[in-house]
């Protein structure tokens, strides 16, 4: 199959420290060459791929050390490269939520739209109306909520390569948290729940510049304040093993409808369990009571993290290679991309032969919803 995979730009592909939607890019293209298919990324010039990249800037936005850019220009430049070379695709999956409708309403029946963020925006459920040719593909059940009749295609689960996190068998008996600063992704709370254990807290995370005043107002007092509290910054992929892989258990006490929360799995990797406030996807990809515990209150929050320690870390690891590996999202992929080729007329674009490797029957018992 001829795919092409079209990237937001304002991280490397694969992000070099905080970023989700182009880490799962990267992580989904490869997979894909991996199971055989001809890929073609567009992304900026400093994406690591085994793709065919075409670099339609010379940086990713974020990292850039311009002073001036224009994110919605090079979003433009980048979909008008993929508009020209648009015949040479079977498939064209985008990334970039819904910018490039209007430029793709004659191709749309070839393309896949996986939604990365929060639906529950004023203006969204106007553009899906507009525009209800494009198949969506949702990152969660819950995600779906806010735009229950938009044109689903399917839901399917990020994944990572089972390789790019090493198992830790014993944690080193503190807690974590990983992500960003901000008040939705509540660090507040996984500093109350760590002081009401008495049990050290790191937290890696990033301090965007629209959090700084959250940061500087809430939670660094709050750091200064519990002395078993460090916090490290913001960290790559390549120190996460040991940061989350030493945990004891990884606190994810969010405050809003998180559409899938990539940090769960990179701790189920690790073999770390998960304490989970529910919301959004939690409950569909925290098993409660086997990955880690899904919680509705700070009491129970301490009560879960508390007894972690006692859930079984290589059943965690197994589990996520099961349900979360790369190789297991790009299959549910193929069946999306699958069953769009087949509804084409025929004589417009015949049915490439897909050959992928045999898997095991049980891959087959965590299909797309």
């Given at each position: 199959?001829?795919?092409?995979?079209?990237?937001?730009?304002?991280?490397?592909?694969?992000?070099?420290?905080?970023?989700?939607?182009?880490?799962?890019?990267?992580?989904?293209?490869?997979?894909?060459?991996?199971?055989?298919?001809?890929?073609?990324?567009f992304a900026?010039?400093?994406?690591?791929?085994r793709?065919?990249?075409?670099?339609?800037?010379?940086?990713?936005?974020?990292?850039?050390p311009?002073?001036?850019?224009?994110?919605?220009?090079?979003?433009?430049?980048?979909l008008?490269?993929?508009?020209?070379?648009?015949?040479e695709?079977?498939?064209?999956?985008?990334?970039?939520?819904?910018?490039?409708f209007?430029?793709?309403?004659?191709?749309?029946?070839?393309?896949?739209t996986?939604?990365?963020?929060?639906?529950?925006?004023?203006?969204?459920?106007?553009v899906?109306?507009?525009?209800?040719?494009?198949?969506?593909?949702?990152?969660?059940?819950?995600?779906?909520?806010?735009?229950?009749?938009?044109n689903?295609?399917?839901?399917?689960?990020?994944?990572?390569?089972?390789?790019?996190?090493?198992?830790?068998?014993?944690?080193?008996?503190?807690?974590?948290?990983?992500?960003?600063?901000?008040?939705?992704?509540?660090?507040?709370?996984?500093?109350?729940?760590?002081?009401?254990?008495?049990?050290?807290?790191?937290?890696?995370?990033?301090?965007?510049?629209?959090?700084?005043?959250y940061?500087?107002?809430?939670?660094?007092?709050?750091?200064?304040?519990?002395p078993n509290?460090?916090?490290v910054?913001?960290?790559?992929?390549?120190?996460?093993?040991?940061?989350?892989?030493g945990?004891?258990?990884?606190?994810?006490?969010?405050?809003?409808?998180?559409p899938?929360?990539?940090?769960?799995?990179?701790?189920?990797?690790?073999?770390?369990p998960?304490?989970?406030?529910?919301?959004?996807?939690?409950?569909?990809?925290?098993?409660?009571?086997e990955?880690?515990f899904?919680?509705?209150?700070?009491?129970?929050?301490?009560?879960?993290?508390?007894?972690?320690?006692?859930?079984?870390r290589?059943a965690?690891?197994?589990?996520?290679?099961?349900?979360?590996?790369a190789?297991?999202?790009?299959r549910?992929?193929?069946d999306v991309?699958?069953?769009?080729?087949?509804?084409?007329p025929f004589?417009?674009?015949?049915?490439?032969?897909?050959?992928?490797?045999?898997?095991?029957?049980?891959?087959?018992?965590?299909?797309?919803?």
């Amino acid at each position: 199959m001829k795919i092409a995979q079209v990237t937001p730009l304002y991280e490397a592909v694969p992000p070099k420290l905080y970023g989700g939607t182009e880490r799962v890019v990267a992580h989904l293209t490869d997979a894909l060459v991996d199971l055989g298919h001809e890929v073609t990324l567009f992304a900026a010039a400093d994406a690591e791929t085994r793709a065919r990249l075409i670099p339609v800037r010379d940086q990713a936005i974020r990292l850039d050390p311009s002073p001036l850019k224009s994110d919605l220009a090079a979003h433009m430049s980048m979909l008008a490269e993929v508009l020209r070379r648009a015949d040479e695709f079977d498939v064209i999956h985008f990334h970039t939520d819904m910018i490039h409708f209007p430029f793709f309403e004659r191709w749309a029946d070839r393309t896949i739209t996986t939604l990365h963020g929060r639906l529950d925006l004023k203006d969204l459920a106007g553009v899906y109306r507009r525009w209800p040719d494009f198949g969506l593909v949702s990152i969660s059940d819950d995600q779906r909520s806010p735009l229950p009749g938009a044109n689903w295609k399917a839901t399917v689960h990020h994944g990572m390569p089972a390789e790019l996190y090493g198992f830790s068998p014993k944690s080193e008996g503190y807690l974590a948290f990983l992500g960003r600063i901000s008040p939705e992704k509540r660090p507040d709370r996984a500093i109350e729940i760590a002081a009401k254990l008495g049990k050290p807290l790191k937290m890696a995370a990033k301090v965007d510049a629209a959090d700084k005043g959250y940061w500087e107002a809430v939670i660094r007092p709050m750091i200064e304040a519990h002395p078993n509290v460090e916090f490290v910054g913001e960290i790559g992929d390549h120190q996460k093993s040991a940061f989350l892989g030493g945990a004891e258990a990884l606190l994810f006490p969010i405050d809003w409808p998180e559409p899938f929360g990539l940090v769960m799995i990179e701790a189920m990797a690790c073999g770390t369990p998960v304490v989970a406030f529910r919301c959004g996807s939690v409950p569909e990809i925290v098993e409660d009571g086997e990955t880690g515990f899904v919680v509705e209150t700070l009491e129970q929050a301490v009560a879960a993290a508390g007894r972690a320690h006692l859930l079984d870390r290589e059943a965690i690891r197994a589990h996520f290679e099961l349900r979360f590996s790369a190789t297991a999202m790009a299959r549910r992929y193929l069946d999306v991309y699958g069953d769009l080729l087949a509804r084409r007329p025929f004589a417009e674009a015949p049915l490439p032969e897909v050959v992928t490797p045999l898997r095991p029957a049980e891959d087959r018992s965590f299909a797309i919803a």
